[in-house]
């Protein structure tokens, strides 16, 4: 037996922001908003949901990362929106994956990355 989806849920205090960020900027399609909480679908089974809190503090460690083909696409649309790179797009040798990294408003570490090892190709 085995789970249909996942949803990950995350914090947020301003969820206004969150949504601009995650709808309009990652292009993310909203699956549900529940007022106080708001569920993105990330990929067919795959969704992140983001609930307002009085009090937030991103853990250390707590990484989203995004899988895609398109790792240089998404580092000139995070440029269009004025969106801070952490660490441009790079070639990962220890894990063999492209790579890029950024921060959503609410602090989140974000990873957008391509495998390149053989092992994870279609």
């Known amino acids: 037996m085995s789970f249909d989806s996942v949803i990950t849920f995350l914090p947020t205090r301003d969820l ?11 292009k993310l399609e909203l699956a549900l908003d529940q007022t106080r909480c708001r ?6 089974c795959g969704f992140l949901g983001f609930c ?3 009090s937030v503090t ?4 707590v990484i989203l990362t995004l899988v895609t083909e398109e790792v240089d696409h ?3 649309r995070m440029a269009e929106h004025k969106v801070p790179i952490e660490k441009g797009p790079v070639f ?6 492209y790579q890029m ?9 974000i990873e957008i990355q391509r495998f390149e090892d053989p092992r994870w190709q279609n």
């Open 16 to 26: 206004a922001q969150t949504a601009q960020f995650y709808e309009k900027v990652l």
């Open 39 to 44: 569920i993105y679908r990330v990929a067919k």
């Open 52 to 54: 307002l809190k009085d």
């Open 58 to 61: 991103p853990q250390e460690g």
């Open 74 to 76: 998404w580092q000139t």
């Open 92 to 97: 990962n040798p220890d894990f063999q994956i």
């Open 101 to 109: 990294f950024l921060r959503d408003p609410n602090g989140y570490l």
